[in-house]
């Protein structure tokens, strides 16, 4: 009896888990959660003659790899043509419950192959947001928009 239930518990995480990974590949919109842990990094850029600071979010997986993300005041030469300035949002904490199946966390990312990834899921949306857990006050959080900084050779 112990042996079914076990066998049962493993296809139901395992089936939870390919759900979540088939749902990041379908959505239009994703989230990377960044609480600035051992493995993590930002930086910021002193502000520009614009007042507006880039930002670089890195997350270092195996000491290897690194996923890189961007967040720059226009996301391309032509936003800062048309004058579209990335999208910075402020939003309640409950946002990462409401929206957990459409966000990456870092534990997800080692569980996976990061190219893979980054081939199947981060360079396949239109909109990528980080969430930034280091910037809270009170309930709130901020999100950037964001852009891929990492290129993978390979397959992956």
Request: hydrophobic share 35%; glycine share 2%.
């Amino acid at each position: 009896m112990k042996n079914i239930l076990y066998i049962i518990a493993i296809l139901i995480t395992s089936t939870t888990y390919s759900q979540d990974y088939v749902s990041l590949k379908k959505s239009d919109t994703i989230y990377v959660l960044f609480k600035g842990k051992k493995n993590e990094r930002k930086s910021i850029q002193p502000q520009t003659k614009y007042n507006y600071d880039d930002r670089v979010y890195s997350f270092f997986i195996f000491d290897q790899e690194s996923l890189d993300l961007y967040h720059r005041k226009y996301s391309s030469y032509e936003n800062s043509v048309a004058n579209i300035v990335s999208d910075v949002k402020v939003v309640n904490k409950s946002f990462i419950k409401k929206n957990k199946a459409k966000i990456i966390t870092p534990k997800f990312i080692k569980k996976k192959n990061l190219c893979k990834i980054v081939a199947e899921i981060l360079n396949h949306h239109r909109v990528i947001y980080i969430i930034d857990c280091t910037e809270k006050k009170e309930n709130k959080i901020k999100l950037y928009e964001v852009e891929v900084g990492t290129i993978c050779r390979g397959d992956g």
